[in-house]
């Protein structure tokens, strides 16, 4: 089974205070137990760190922290899904003729990460922002 897990799994995951940590953090344990193939999108990298380091969390997650986290967790035993320049512009172009805008697009690049990978499951904790911009996969969406 492949599972590509959104910035939301991640944080929530590697972030003990976050309050879906328990249900993320057994998600991510069986990745890094190789129990299922771990994806990830290659712009969650970028966008877990801007989230990591910004959190506002006792005592603050430098970035040299998010760094390790990231690499610790996800770059040392996920495949990293990158998209092409044809993948961005079908998605801005989907994204503008569906009336989509905004941070929308965040999710809409994941999704097409998952599709382009042909996952099982896209794991997230906000399904209904997935669902919207990925309807034709909607089944794949679950949280933890």
Known sequence: MKIL???SALVAGVVE???????????LSRALNKRFRFLVAAHSLAELFAVLSTLPVSPRISGAT??????????EHAEIIALSKRDYTRVL????????????VYDALIACAAERAAVDRLLTLNPAHFRRIWPQYAERV???
Do not use: C, K, Q, Y
């Open 5 to 7: 897990f959104d910035t």
């Open 17 to 27: 205070a976050h309050p879906a940590h328990e249900r993320a953090h057994d998600w």
């Open 66 to 75: 998010a760094w390790r986290l990231i690499r610790e967790n996800v770059i």
């Open 93 to 104: 172009s989907e994204m503008a003729g569906r009336g989509l805008s905004g941070g929308a």
């Open 142 to 144: 679950f949280t933890p």
